[in-house]
């Protein structure tokens, strides 16, 4: 009887511990970055699973101001994210995560793998506006776009004009550092 009277009083207090759920845990391990390092138009829709790493140059790009010339360190990139903050943030917002109205997948910029510790994988697929294709479903967050977008110093490839419309630069409910455009003007 003694010993029941012992263990209960433990067991309470170890109560809180025993139901703690990874959920609140970060489970992302790293993201895998696949992406454009330069802007450009495309005719047709870029799919998120044709990326490669790749370089290509000199590239020429037509313009309603002009041609192009990019140097021949044009391409698509890769990178690693591993900052833990960063990936606690990405594994925060994707808990909050609506899916929006948008049927269709964007005409893809970036490919994000997410990486998670039990060694499945996942990929965010994002484009030049303010959706991004993941689980097979279009999402609008803000704060998840700038946060993947800044991490890979993507609006320093994008031309002034249109980061005045991106949404996520614009949105007040969020803090933000400020970001560098492609001719140097701060946001």
């Avoid at 009083?9 to 992406?35: A, H, M, Q, R, T």
């Avoid at 606690?88 to 899916?99: F, G, M, S, T």
């Avoid at 776009?145 to 005045?164: A, F, H, T």
Wanted: charged share 25%; with cysteine; aromatic share 12%.
């Amino acid at each position: 009887m003694k010993k029941s009277i012992l263990i209960f009083p433990i067991l309470f207090l170890l109560l809180p511990f025993l139901g703690k759920s990874e959920d609140n845990e970060n489970s992302i391990e790293s993201i895998y970055v696949l992406y454009y390092n330069y802007s450009f138009n495309s005719p047709v829709a870029i799919d998120c699973d044709c990326l490669r790493k790749r370089m290509i140059g000199p590239f020429i790009d037509i313009t309603d101001s002009g041609l192009i010339e990019y140097p021949d360190s044009m391409g698509i990139v890769d990178t690693l994210l591993t900052d833990p903050k960063l990936l606690r943030e990405v594994h925060d917002e994707l808990k909050k995560l609506n899916p929006n109205a948008n049927p269709y997948p964007p005409d893809t910029r970036a490919s994000y793998t997410l990486r998670y510790k039990d060694g499945s994988e996942e990929k965010i697929c994002m484009g030049e506006y303010d959706h991004f294709w993941f689980r097979g479903r279009s999402y609008t967050n803000n704060r998840l776009l700038y946060l993947l977008r800044k991490s890979i110093d993507y609006y320093r490839i994008v031309w002034e004009p249109m980061l005045d419309g991106l949404e996520e630069l614009n949105d007040t409910t969020f803090e933000r550092e400020p970001v560098v455009g492609k001719h140097g003007m701060v946001y």
